[in-house]
């Protein structure tokens, strides 16, 4: 079953506001990467996430992995019509003896102009 | 110059056919995956292929046989197509199987069954 929760499951804010999407595994994880899809288009990867405790940034987009490498987040400060899309968070986790990226539901962002 | 490229980008077909998905990356990556993306738009792993061997086989009825003739090479065959397998089926590639590597995903394939 789903082993990587992700939440909100939709998100509607308007142009300028921030954006939260929050990642929450029940077994710890080797790493955690971040993707975004575009409305028609295919993920496309954002950030991995390795240490404990991490914090990266890209422009307006900060993502952090949990002390305990069990969560992550995704932080969007004023969001542009541009950020519309669905992001997704995978863990990879080891299972049966082999690596395994367990994608996320996923949030999908809308930005009102 | 496409990195990971499937083909065909549509696939409309009646139920009980059977149909094959290529996928061809260039970007010398020796693993390869299959996803199935729902109409919720959650993304499910199928296959893994690392250097042509199967490394992940998830819970997959026995109707979809991946092939990996080269490691730049994954194809997707499906028999007996049901209603159920209408969803957008995604490839992609990674450099290891078990290496922090981002994946590449290709453009999609949107199979819709009628």
């Known amino acids: 079953g789903q082993q990587v929760m992700q939440i909100p499951q939709y998100q509607h804010v308007q142009e300028g506001e921030d954006f939260t999407t929050y990642c929450n595994s029940s077994?710890?994880?080797?790493?955690i990467q971040w993707y975004k899809q575009r409305p028609g288009g295919h993920p496309v990867f954002l950030i991995q996430?390795?240490?404990?405790?991490e914090v990266k940034k890209q422009k307006r987009l900060t993502f952090q992995f949990g002390e305990a490498k069990k969560n992550s987040s995704l932080h969007i400060t004023a969001t542009q019509t541009t950020d519309v899309g669905t992001y997704f968070c995978?863990?990879?986790?080891?299972?049966?003896?082999?690596?395994?990226?367990?994608f996320g539901k996923g949030t999908k962002l809308t930005v009102n102009p | 110059d496409t990195a990971v490229s499937q083909t065909p980008k549509y696939l409309v077909t009646q139920m009980g056919n059977d149909k094959s998905i290529k996928c061809e990356q260039n970007?010398?990556?020796?693993?390869m995956y299959w996803y199935k993306q729902d109409s919720k738009k959650f993304l499910k792993i199928m296959f893994s292929?690392?250097?042509?061997?199967?490394?992940i086989n998830e819970t997959v009825p026995n109707r979809f046989s991946p092939k990996s003739p080269d490691k730049a090479h994954l194809n997707l065959h499906i028999n007996s197509l049901e209603l159920g397998d209408s969803a957008v089926y995604f490839c992609?590639?990674?450099?290891?199987?078990?290496?922090?590597?981002?994946?590449?995903f290709g453009d999609g394939t949107r199979l819709s069954i009628l």
């Open positions: 992609a590639s990674s450099q290891g199987a078990g290496d922090n590597q981002p994946q590449h």
């Open positions: 077994t710890t994880l080797s790493n």
């Open positions: 996430l390795v240490k404990s405790g």
């Open positions: 995978a863990g990879r986790r080891t299972q049966g003896g082999s690596e395994k990226l367990v």
């Open positions: 970007l010398g990556h020796d693993t």
């Open positions: 292929y690392n250097n042509k061997e199967l490394i």
